[in-house]
């Protein structure tokens, strides 16, 4: 499981934790960006400029389709201040077995 946080430090210089969005697929990490990116009031060309990545890689990426280098992922998640968490599940009945 992947968990999106976003992160605010403008209140008094403190992290505060805004939102959190647990992301299975493709278009959850999209919906997850495209929100940040209008909370943030950019449009995708504005986003696109500050991670220096295309229009199509914001596009590609918030609509969940297509295929988009995690870099150019990694760059659109860190200019929203967002951090990218892998954790286990909380439910063992779907992990995969340890090979050993």
């Given at each position: 499981?992947?968990?999106?946080?976003?992160?605010?430090?403008?209140?008094?210089?403190?992290?505060?934790?805004?939102?959190?969005?647990?992301?299975?697929?493709?278009?959850?990490?999209?919906?997850?960006?495209?929100?940040?990116?209008?909370?943030?009031?950019?449009?995708?060309?504005?986003?696109?400029?500050?991670?220096?990545?295309?229009?199509?890689?914001?596009?590609?990426?918030?609509?969940?389709?297509g295929t988009v280098a995690l870099?150019?992922?990694?760059?659109?998640?860190?200019?929203?201040?967002?951090?990218?968490?892998?954790?286990?599940?909380?439910?063992?009945?779907?992990?995969?077995?340890?090979?050993?």
């Open positions: 499981m992947l968990i999106i946080i976003g992160i605010d430090s403008s209140i008094s210089g403190m992290l505060t934790i805004m939102s959190t969005a647990k992301v299975f697929t493709s278009k959850d990490l999209g919906r997850a960006i495209k929100a940040a990116r209008r909370g943030r009031g950019l449009n995708q060309i504005e986003l696109a400029q500050h991670a220096n990545v295309s229009r199509g890689v914001v596009q590609k990426l918030e609509e969940g389709r870099e150019n992922a990694l760059k659109l998640l860190h200019i929203l201040s967002l951090d990218l968490v892998v954790q286990p599940r909380s439910d063992e009945g779907q992990d995969i077995p340890a090979h050993g």
